[in-house]
């Protein structure tokens, strides 16, 4: 049973980039939330997709986006990066009905913004 | 807002010796808690949780926590470490389920031999 894979592993991009990072949630699961875990913090909260519509957000600007596909994977999208977005970007899924499940975090993406 | 506040970014410890990793919460409701450990290159597990059952919590690979109301902690435990426990430990709060979670700022375990 695969868990939670995320893709690319690691991307480089330069200021004023956009960049797409792509989630697959473990089997079964329905709900994916994106966090943002900068070098030496824990992770941040940015939102969480159930039913392909942005149930919760963090405090984090228009520029992050998401999207949540019928079969449950997810896209988080960066618009004008910044250099303070370079970060590791942590998928991790769950399933809606069951809120003290526990939920499953994939390896991340690691983004280096130049 | 609730917020978690990890005490040392740093801990290290001998083999066998005893582990303690702090935790402090700020919730106006009350909370769900919770301990994730992140190995190198990897993403976060659960340790373990807290749910307003019991207040000490039994957890993967001989962790433990409890959770004192009182003192607003939550601190992490291990009656004898190993190398293997060597890793960023993570506590985070909740109080609306799992998913939304805060976290503190982690809490490196460095264990020698």
């Known amino acids: 049973d695969a868990g939670v894979t995320q893709s690319p592993t690691h991307l480089i991009k330069t200021r004023g980039q956009q960049v797409t990072l792509r989630c697959s949630p473990k089997?079964?699961?329905?709900?994916v939330s994106w966090y943002q875990q900068a070098l030496g913090q824990g992770p941040q909260f940015i939102f969480q997709?159930?039913?392909?519509?942005?149930?919760q957000r963090g405090n984090f600007p228009d520029r992050f986006s998401g999207h949540q596909f019928p079969n449950y994977s997810s896209e988080l999208n960066v618009n004008a990066l910044l250099l303070g977005d370079s970060a590791l970007y942590l998928c991790?899924?769950?399933?809606?009905?069951?809120?003290?499940?526990?939920?499953?975090f994939g390896e991340g993406s690691r983004l280096t913004v130049l | 807002a609730q917020s978690v506040t990890q005490l040392g970014s740093h801990v290290s410890v001998s083999e066998g010796a005893l582990v303690l990793l702090r935790c402090n919460y700020s919730?106006?409701?009350?909370?769900?808690l919770f301990w994730y450990v992140q190995y190198p290159n990897q993403g976060l597990q659960l340790l373990l949780k807290?749910?307003?059952?019991?207040?000490l919590v039994k957890g993967i690979n001989g962790f433990e926590a409890e959770f004192k109301k009182s003192e607003t902690s939550f601190h992490l435990t291990k009656p004898s470490a190993h190398m293997s426990d060597a890793a960023e430990y993570f506590c985070?709060?909740?109080?609306?389920?799992?998913?939304?979670?805060?976290f503190g700022k982690g809490t490196m375990l460095l264990v020698s031999p």
């Open positions: 991790a899924s769950s399933l809606k009905w069951t809120p003290l499940g526990e939920l499953f």
């Open positions: 089997s079964g699961h329905d709900t």
């Open positions: 997709y159930y039913e392909e519509e942005e149930r």
């Open positions: 919730s106006s409701v009350p909370p769900y």
């Open positions: 807290y749910t307003s059952a019991a207040t």
């Open positions: 985070a709060v909740s109080v609306s389920g799992y998913s939304t979670l805060t």
